[in-house]
């Protein structure tokens, strides 16, 4: 299957600091990539929809200006967290949903990252 | 709004048996259907999907699962259980929609932790 590349895998970081998490289609291209935050023993909670070449779409109750997302290129979105805060710790999980052939409408997903703020 | 139940929180089962992991769910329209498999501190891997055709889908590892309209449900299913098999199952719906703009937004179920033993 396709691969999706998720980085970093851990981060560990100061309250009041900004993160930023990379999420890479390797091996298509992705016009469109999710960003999901799961909690210990829960399922994942979708946060945004992020799209090449425009704004991202919010989940309700997901601040826009807390999470920012850029999806600058086909293959690359970045999630940005900004001024952390220890609830913000949580797994982050990227999605990349391919455009076409037998793959079409599967999305495909990075690894996770696991942030935890101090 | 689309919703996806998985009644059980944990499944045990012998290597060897037969599995099988449930999930139901809720929809207008026609859904798209997956289930994706979780290991710890992992991202998902997709398993299998439904969107039309035969109602017996084979995806990866051995695995199976049957679409079944009239109950809506969309049950996992193996053969022959491998220690290996243990980890965190997850269904997901999805409606179709424009490839843009969030369309294919995926809803997850709470998830299935299957314990293989010996």
């Known amino acids: 299957g396709a691969v999706v590349s998720q980085h970093p895998s851990r981060v560990i970081c100061k309250s009041g600091t900004s993160v930023k998490i990379e999420c890479r289609s390797l091996d298509f291209q992705a016009t469109t990539m999710f960003w999901y935050r799961q909690f210990p023993k829960q399922s994942l909670m979708l946060m945004a929809t992020?799209?090449?070449?425009?704004?991202?779409?919010?989940e309700q109750g997901v601040e826009k200006d807390k999470f920012l997302i850029n999806h600058a290129s086909l293959t690359l979105s970045t999630l940005t967290v900004t001024s952390a805060h220890p609830e913000d710790s949580s797994f982050y999980i990227c999605s990349a949903r391919d455009q076409g052939g037998p793959a079409k409408n599967i999305q495909y997903f990075g690894a996770g990252t696991r942030l935890s703020v101090l | 709004a689309q919703s996806v139940a998985q009644p059980e929180d944990q499944v045990n089962v012998a290597e060897g048996n037969p599995l099988t992991v449930k999930c139901t769910y809720s929809?207008?329209?026609?859904?798209?259907l997956f289930w994706y498999v979780q290991y710890p501190n992992r991202g998902l891997q997709f398993l299998l999907k439904y969107i039309t055709g035969d109602n017996l889908v084979k995806g990866s590892y051995g695995f199976e699962a049957e679409f079944n309209k009239s109950q809506t449900s969309f049950h996992l299913k193996k053969p022959s259980a491998l220690v290996s098999d243990s980890a965190l199952y997850f269904c997901?719906?999805?409606?179709?929609?424009?490839?843009?703009?969030?369309?294919?937004?995926?809803?997850f179920g709470t998830g299935t932790q299957l314990k293989v033993e010996l």
């Open positions: 929809v207008s329209g026609n859904p798209y």
């Open positions: 997901a719906v999805s409606l179709p929609g424009r490839l843009t703009g969030g369309g294919n937004k995926l809803t």
């Open positions: 992020s799209n090449e070449g425009s704004k991202a779409t919010y």
